[in-house]
């Protein structure tokens, strides 16, 4: 039972709402399922009618991700969508940032607005909401009536997506020896999520979550691992440290 969002009244107000048959009955949660009666105490499911996705197990609304790049000094605008679905579902925030030029934003201004506006989220949200990839525009596609147009952005998701990374360092190699010898940790990380995400490479700075990871990947990473290396591996550590360099190193702080 909830009577509510802490500290949220204009989203209580949204979500819990009195029962339209009999107001009397208290009050509802509108959880965004559409359903239809098809048989007294029967329902058939038939989709959603808000913009809510799963990612790895967890619902997710894009509207608090977008509230939060909005929160982010120099967010004009901000829209996230989603593309794929299951296990392979990944988010896709668009930006259009303040101070924008006429015409196209030099692509090193626009790399380091975006790099900026995910470590921004990245702090602020839990790992499941943070988006894959932030994309920075001119401006935002719209309808012929003007409103925005998701699905010209849910097609352009799919291009930003990473289908394949930086190849790793030609160095790489197994680990072996004691753990004071794993020299090249970095690069076995690299090699164990390239083989579990069925990517040809992975780079030192790409995240595991955006090249399609989710908790079943992850175990079987950590197994990888543990294997190769002979550690230990927590299995949470991958949603505290995704990008590969920052969890090879977390990895080696377990053998100090």
């Known amino acids: 039972m909830s009577l509510g969002y802490h500290d949220r ?9 009195p029962d339209p048959v009999d107001p009397s009955a208290g009050t509802l949660y509108r959880s965004g399922d559409l359903v239809r009666e098809v048989a007294p105490g029967r329902l058939e499911y038939l989709g959603r009618v808000d913009r809510q996705v799963k990612i790895r197990g967890f619902r997710i609304e894009p509207g608090e991700i977008e509230g ?32 924008a030029p006429d015409g196209p934003a030099p692509d090193g201004d626009a790399r380091r607005g975006a790099e900026r506006v995910r470590s921004a989220l990245a702090d602020r949200l839990p790992a499941h909401m943070v988006p894959a990839v932030v994309v920075v525009l001119e401006r935002f596609p719209l309808t012929p009536n003007g409103k925005l ?42 090699e164990v999520w390239a083989a579990v995400l069925g990517v040809p490479a992975v780079g030192p700075d790409d995240d595991f ?3 399609g990871g989710d908790s079943f990947r992850a175990v079987r990473a950590v197994r990888e691992l543990e294997e190769r ?10 949603f505290e440290a995704s990008e590969v360099t920052e969890y090879a190193d977390a990895v080696a702080a377990l053998t100090r």
């Open 68 to 99: 939060a790049a909005l929160g982010v000094p120099g967010v004009r605008q901000a829209a996230v969508v989603a593309d794929g679905t299951g296990h392979e579902t990944r988010l896709v925030c668009f930006l259009v940032l303040d101070g």
């Open 9 to 17: 009244p204009e989203l209580t107000a949204e979500r819990f709402v």
């Open 229 to 238: 290396t002979g550690l230990q591996v927590p299995m949470h550590l991958v």
């Open 149 to 190: 147009d998701h699905a010209e952005l849910t097609a352009r998701a799919a291009e930003a997506l990473p289908t394949a990374a930086r190849p790793a360092p030609a160095t790489a190699a197994p680990v072996t020896g004691t753990p004071a010898e794993k020299a090249n940790l970095t690069a076995v990380v690299a």
């Open 209 to 211: 979550f955006a090249l």
